[in-house]
């Protein structure tokens, strides 16, 4: 059995279409987390950095495009605050 690979303009805008339209996981990922430590359900900052390194090593190539860090906040309760920086050209 023998497959062609067409790759077309047409072919190429619609792919590019879906992958816009699926949205970026990592970020919602990334949210989510944040969300949850804002609400104060993770105190332990080991634990935090290791949900963290959990989900960046998750989402390989989409993280790489981003520049994570977190810091202290304001409160007790809310121990952590994610930083998200989209990186240029894929180089932080």
């Known amino acids: 059995m023998c497959r062609v690979l067409c790759i077309s303009e047409g072919k190429s805008r619609k792919e590019k279409s879906i992958f816009e339209n699926k949205g970026n996981p990592f970020l919602l990922d990334i949210e989510g987390f944040n969300n949850s ?3 104060g359900n993770i105190k332990n900052t080991e634990k935090i950095s290791n949900k963290l390194q959990r989900i960046i090593g998750r989402h390989g190539k989409l993280s790489n495009n981003y520049e994570v860090s977190h810091g202290v906040g304001d409160y007790p309760s ?11 050209k894929l180089r932080c």
């Not at 809310?78 to 240029?88: G, P, T, V």
């Open 78 to 88: 809310k121990s952590e605050l994610l930083i998200i920086n989209k990186c240029q």
């Open 37 to 39: 430590n804002q609400k």
